[in-house]
């Protein structure tokens, strides 16, 4: 299990009405439910999440259940039905749910509330990666391969996360090109493919010559968008062959050590973070990555893991 000042876990969630999963428990198993933003196809984010699910039910003997497409007005009703009804574990995927697991937590005091790459909220369990790390290392990525010196990044919306991913992804940018700009924009749709599309189309226009999606479904659209205009991506919460290359944020692993901690009956109500702490959790590089590029990547991959290099925890 991965540790570093407190301890490793993570997971996410976001809900609003649709599929709901359920198998059968084993006895003394805690029940778990997850509440997702998007769909369970998506190849990134709430696909990822969906995996950890189902190792949980595999691993525990778990009953899971889970809901897809949650939006951010039915949260608290979603995450409450499921604390209603029983569920130990309750989770909201993203950190768009952190007002919502504030407000169910304080209603079931019984239930243990996660969130999945939420800020530190009292009474809830929030697991995440140190996303700076990650987000340096496609900096320094994109630095060594852009061309117009500018770059960019592109969410759904705001939160506390991807602000943290930006602040990385800027300053590792910056050790490379120091004069370097990096746009950010907001699409206030996780899954929209075309949305994301005219959005990237926006930021190609502006000299952005590698973008960085931190988006659900919608990634489709930034990729779509770069193929087409001859530019380049890379990957934080998906993987793709388009990629220069992409940071590995394993929310499925996350909530299966969540789920063992709760288990052994040492989950708390507290921020756990998961450090960058071996060169896997950066992922393979395309052919459009340089040598020298790469072997700058994996010295800060070195220097992060021995804390030469240094981001907030």
Avoid: C
Avoid at 106 to 115: G, H, K, Q, R, S
Avoid at 214 to 230: C, F, I, M, T
């Amino acid at each position: 299990m991965m540790k570093h000042l407190k301890s490793a876990i993570v997971a996410t969630f976001t809900a609003s009405a649709a599929a709901l999963v359920a198998f059968p428990a084993l006895a003394d198993a805690p029940r778990v439910a997850v509440a997702l933003p998007g769909m369970v196809t998506d190849r990134a984010f709430n696909e990822n999440i969906y995996d950890g699910l189902v190792a949980v039910e595999e691993q525990f003997g778990s009953e899971i259940a889970y809901t897809e497409n949650v939006s951010q007005a039915t949260q608290v009703e979603v995450m409450s039905d499921y604390a209603r009804r029983g569920y130990d574990i309750v989770v909201g995927s993203g950190g768009e749910y952190t007002d919502a697991a504030e407000r169910v937590a304080a209603n079931f005091p019984d239930t243990t509330v996660i969130v999945l790459n939420g800020a530190p909220t009292e009474g809830v369990t929030t697991i995440n990666y140190n996303n700076p790390e990650f987000g340096y290392l496609l900096g320094v990525v994109a630095g060594g391969v852009s061309e117009t010196g500018v770059v960019a990044a592109l969410s759904a919306q705001k939160f506390a996360a991807f602000d943290n991913v930006v602040d990385g992804f800027r300053q590792g940018f910056q050790s490379v090109q120091p004069d370097g700009e990096v746009l950010v924009a907001f699409t206030n749709d996780w899954a929209d493919v075309a949305l994301a599309k005219e959005a990237s189309f926006n930021l190609i226009s502006k000299k952005a010559d590698v973008l960085m999606p931190y988006l659900d479904g919608a990634w489709v659209g930034v990729v779509q968008a770069a193929q087409e205009r001859g530019v380049h991506t890379v990957g934080i919460l998906h993987e793709s062959e388009s990629n220069l290359v992409s940071a590995r944020l394993d929310f499925a692993r996350a909530l299966v050590m969540a789920v063992d901690l709760h288990q052994k009956d040492e989950l708390e109500a507290k921020d756990y973070v998961i450090h960058l702490t071996s060169r896997d959790q950066l992922g393979d590089f395309s052919v459009d990555v340089p040598e020298e590029v790469q072997t700058m990547a994996l010295d800060a991959v070195e220097k992060i893991k021995s804390g030469e290099l240094k981001f907030g925890d």
